[in-house]
Each structure stands twice: as C-alpha cells, then as structure tokens.
C-alpha cells in the first residue's frame, strides 16, 4: 500500500489512545471495516497479537493481516468498578473487561468487552464467546456476545 | 542460563535515604530525590566528592542523573543511566557499575511522584497536569496494572482460591506498618473491614492495590573491600537478578505456571547459596496482592495454588500477621500497600536497615540474610538475596 499521509493521519485521529503505530496500523483500519484483523505469518502460519513487524518463531518477515473468527473462550475477566470515561460504559455496576482466547491458536487473545446484554450468568471463566461490533464514539469496536459450546 | 556470579558478595549497600512517603505531597520530585541523597550519602559517610556514578530512574514526571549530578554538587561521575522503576532494575546496574569498575561510589536516587492517571490529588494539582502516563486511556485495556485483575481472577478460576490469602497479604503489611514512620498508612486493617471494601478492579479491592504516593528513596552502593571502612556493618548483594519470559504482554502470557517469577527463581537458586531455609526475612512484592502470593508459590514456600492453605498455617493470630515457621517475617515495613508505591525500593531499603541492625522498632534480632523480590508478572520480575557481611 503506498504511503498516504492523510489517510494515516485520519486513523491515528481515530485510535489515537489505543496505541496505534506502523506495525498495527491494519489492524485498526479492518476494525473501520468490522473486520478484525491479526498478523499471521506467511510462512509458518503462526498468528500473532499485538502486531509486530516480525514471526518472533520463524523470523519471517512475511506478516498478513489476515481476520480471524472471533470465535473463543474467556479466559480472562474483571470487572471495572472505575475507570477513564467512554461512551457507553457504566462503571456504577462494574463494566466488564474479557480477555478472550481464540480458536485459532492457543494462547492468542484478545482484550475488550463484552455486549450490554450479555447474560450475567455466561460472564465467567471459560465460557464460550463470539465476536460482534458495537459503536463507540462513532467508531466501530469489536466486543464479545454469549454462545452456544 | 549461566551458573557464573562472579559479583557474589563483591558489591555492598552502604547508604540509605528515605524521605517517608505520603499521598498528600507538596515537594517537587527533584527536592524528593535531593532529600533522599543527601541522607543516603551522609548515611554512608562520604560526600558529594566521593560520589562518581549516578543512576535515577526513569519516573514519569522525575530528573534524569545529569540533573541529580548537577543539582547535588557532584564533581564528576564516570557512570550516569536511567533504568526503568522498579528497585532492582536501579540497584543491579549500580552493582555492576562497582563489580566492573565502571565507578567506585554509585548514587540510586528513586523518586515516585503521583500522576493525574493515578490519583484525583495529582489530577487537581497544576505542577503536575503536564505530566503522562503511557497507561491508555480506554477501559477495555488488559496492559500494564490492570491485568493483575485479570490474572487474579485466572487464579482464583484455576485454584477454587477464596479471597483470604488476598487479605491475609493486605493486613500482614498494614500490621508491619504501625511501627513505620516512613509508611504512607499505617492504621490496622482487619478481616471484616477488607471484606467490605470498595472494590476497583473485581475481583481486586482498594485494599488489594498498593497506594500512590510521593517519596524518594536512595542508596549507597560500593565495593565489599571499600565497605568495611564506613560507617554501617555492609550488607552484601549475595545474588540478584531481573527476568522475563519472551511472550510476556500483560494479556497473552501464556499462562501464571510460567512467568517471569520462574525465571528470577531459577536463576537466583543457581548464583545463591542461601535459599528459603537460610534466610531470616522475605521481602516479596505486593503492588497488587496477587503478585504476593505468586512469589510465594514460585519461591518455593508452597506449590502452586498452595498460597491459600500456607498463609493460613503460618498465619500469627495474636500479631495479626504472617511469620513462616513463626521464625520469617515477611514485609517488615508494611510493604506497597501501606508504605506507598515505592516500586520496591522500600522493600530493599527495609531489608537492609535489618540486616545492618538499623530497624529500630521493627529490628528482626540477628537477621544475616533477606530474599527480596520486586516485581509482578510481565516485565519486571526481580529477586535478590542480601546477606550481612
């Protein structure tokens, strides 16, 4: 992709405390796109997240932003009784926070939240997740809902 | 994974400065630090002059050594770095300064200040709005401190752990604290009181987080030989490490039976000839109270998930606090949750008043060795084992 200075700059303005940079920057503008995107490696296929410019198992410098299923387990959980402000979320009754690990590969995992209508009884340890989108400050963000093992 | 320590028991901590920590400071990080060298040096009996390695970690919002050199009158220094806080990241590069010759007497000045992210005070303080945190604004962050939450409730999930070993750490510190005059709290806390806390990150209360405060510590380091002719008995840096395991961002750890804890353990058990049977005080981190009982676990006191059923057995009822085989005090100070987010300087600085004799009130009577270990899970797990001399 050639450099575009402005289209770079739109998208840090987007994610800007997220801690975007070169080497993550697809994977915020697949999250523009409700795709959620992780680096996987051309050549011995290993994911890997957060996003480094490098297959820390192989070497290779043939890294793919390539979507993953969003399909997963939480492995995870706390519950934010404070916290920065941000659209949406309520931290009176505690706003939950799940790490999730995808089915792809063991030990890959993603960070964020889970949807206002998940079922108190399904946010626990272990239970099975898949991914949806939600909208935060007008931005598209990828969040966790209940289902079915 | 080297078995060489030629530095065993060549460097020694010959000076302390502390200026007490408080949650209501009104002094600049730099007056901190100045105070806190000043007392560290005079400890030592040396002045400036002899002062020729300067290292000042690299607090948000803190002085880097050339301003430290500068602003205490030093005449010139032959090592001066900025390591990242947390105590031994400092004190090992000030060791290896003396060990190799880098410099004879090395200044570590630790300041920590409070920042607008952790603390309303600081926020509502114009000296200190200026100041940044590269803690990201977003709540759905597993980064830095808030993944101790998280890994607390892996723990908890993986164990059937209840959250009394949790309060048994909080109140052993608050205990250890009465007789603190450094400490930023030192009021008791009891069982019912921990139960009912405010909690902040679940399943993490206000009591399972150490406090932001202001303070500065300090040390003197020098050589064993140059040691015997000041004023303290020296104490001896018998081993220390840091350690990390590669994959070690906060949420893709691969799991709490392989940390960077290991790796410092494993490493100290092969340049140590003390262990957990040789040494009279334990010193482990509690920043978050989960960090606490995995030291013990990964030390070797217990198996993992045993932290529970342990802390009870060696649990003082009378004093409130735990003693391993009623014998080993643990956080003698009152460690981060009530002396103050010192990044572990205090359980250093701690460790070696005890086993110079300097502990006043709080003297473990015939201490000769500590096991002290900074440091959570991630990227800064630490360990030494400090022996008198």
């Not at chain 2, 005079?42 to 050199?69: F, Q, Y």
């Not at chain 2, 460790?351 to 004799?357: E, F």
Request: net charge negative; proline share 7%; charged share 25%.
């Amino acid at each position: 992709m050639p450099e575009n200075r402005e289209d770079d700059q739109q998208l840090i303005d987007r994610f800007g405390g997220h801690g975007i940079n070169r080497d993550n920057a697809a994977h915020f503008r697949g999250r523009l796109e409700r795709r959620l995107l992780m680096s996987r490696c051309g050549d011995c296929g290993r994911w890997q997240h957060p996003s480094r410019p490098m297959c820390p198992d192989c070497w290779s410098w043939n890294m793919t932003p390539e979507e993953v299923s969003g399909r997963g387990t939480i492995h995870l959980l706390m519950e934010l009784h404070q916290g920065p402000p941000a659209e949406g979320v309520d931290y009176r009754d505690g706003h939950p926070v799940v790490t999730v690990e995808l089915e792809e590969q063991p030990a890959l995992r993603f960070t964020s939240t889970v949807t206002a209508d998940f079922p108190d009884d399904d946010l626990e340890i272990g239970a099975p997740v898949e991914l949806e989108w939600i909208d935060r400050d007008g931005t598209p963000m990828p969040v966790f809902r209940t289902r079915s093992a | 994974m080297t078995t060489r320590n030629p530095m065993k028991d060549q460097v020694a901590i010959v000076g302390l400065g502390s200026t007490g920590f408080t949650r209501d400071g009104d002094r600049s990080p730099l007056a901190m630090a100045l105070a806190a060298a000043t007392e560290a040096i005079r400890d030592a009996g040396l002045t400036a002059a002899d002062i020729d390695g300067v290292v000042a970690t690299s607090e948000p919002g803190a002085d880097g050594p050339e301003v430290i050199a500068a602003a205490l009158g030093i005449t010139e220094a032959t090592h001066h770095t900025k390591p990242t806080p947390v105590a031994m990241f400092s004190l090992l590069d000030a060791a290896r300064a003396v060990f190799t010759g880098a410099a004879d007497h090395v200044l570590v000045v630790t300041p920590v200040v409070m920042g607008p992210w952790n603390s309303r005070r600081a926020a509502d303080d114009p000296w200190r709005r200026g100041t940044r945190s590269s803690i990201l604004p977003i709540p759905e962050d597993a980064g830095k401190a808030a993944a101790y939450a998280a890994w607390a409730s892996r723990y908890i999930h993986e164990y059937g752990a209840s959250k009394d070993p949790f309060a048994r750490i909080a109140i052993n510190s608050r205990t250890n604290a009465a007789h603190n005059p450094l400490a930023a709290i030192a009021t008791p806390l009891s069982f019912g009181a921990y139960d009912a806390a405010r909690m902040i990150r679940d399943p993490l209360n206000i009591y399972d987080m150490d406090l932001p405060v202001d303070g500065a510590d300090a040390f003197v380091l020098t050589t064993a030989e140059r040691a015997r002719a000041l004023p303290h008995h020296p104490v001896l840096i018998h081993a220390a490490t840091s350690g990390i395991v590669g994959k070690n961002d906060e949420d893709q750890l691969v799991g709490l039976h392989r940390t960077g804890q290991h790796v410092v353990v494993e490493q100290l058990r092969r340049h140590s000839d003390l262990w957990i049977d040789d040494i009279d005080l334990f010193y482990p981190y509690e920043g978050f109270t989960i960090i606490t009982l995995a030291w013990f676990e990964n030390c070797g006191f217990c198996p993992p998930g045993g932290a529970e059923s342990f802390l009870r057995e060696h649990w003082n009822d009378d004093a409130q606090r735990i003693e391993i085989d009623g014998r080993i005090p643990v956080n003698t100070h009152g460690g981060s949750l009530s002396e103050g987010a010192t990044r572990g300087t205090g359980h250093v600085r701690e460790a070696v008043h005890q086993l110079r004799g300097t502990a006043g009130p709080r003297q473990v009577e015939g201490a000769q060795a500590a096991l002290v270990t900074p440091g959570g899970f991630f990227f800064n797990p630490q360990g030494a084992v400090l022996r008198r001399a």
